[in-house]
């Protein structure tokens, strides 16, 4: 069974920065794509960033480039998401996800997720 923990959320001033952290276990795919999505409400899933297992490609969403920087640590099986320079439209909660198809995580469609951590940026 696929688990995900996420950590690391809170509340940070405009141009902070927090650091989010994810325990990754019970899957042994081949390849896989890990990364996060996040969730405003009432809008729509946000593919944020993914990096693939394999050939270490990395994706990120034209609204954090530059801000934003994931990274794992694979003896640990951690997941990170390093984000800087926060906006309130950063506003979310944000989930750390993985899938089999790098394709789906592109757009944010993974197929197993944890239970999310909230950020909250205020202006």
């Known amino acids: 069974e696929v688990q995900l923990v996420e950590s690391g959320g809170g509340l940070v001033q405009t141009g902070g920065s927090l650091r989010l952290s994810c325990v990754a276990s019970g899957f042994a795919f081949d390849d896989y794509a890990i990364g996060w999505f996040r969730q405003a409400p009432g809008k729509e899933r946000e593919g944020v960033s993914c990096m693939h297992s394999g050939d270490g490609s990395i994706y990120y969403t034209d609204s954090v480039k530059g801000r934003f920087t994931i990274s794992s640590d694979n003896a640990k099986n951690m997941v990170y998401l390093q984000m800087n320079s926060l906006k309130p439209e950063d506003t979310a909660v944000y989930y750390c996800?993985?899938?089999?198809?790098?394709?789906?995580?592109?757009?944010?469609?993974?197929?197993?997720w944890g239970q999310g951590t909230q950020v909250t940026v205020s202006s």
């Open positions: 996800a993985v899938d089999r198809s790098w394709y789906k995580a592109l757009i944010g469609d993974f197929g197993s």
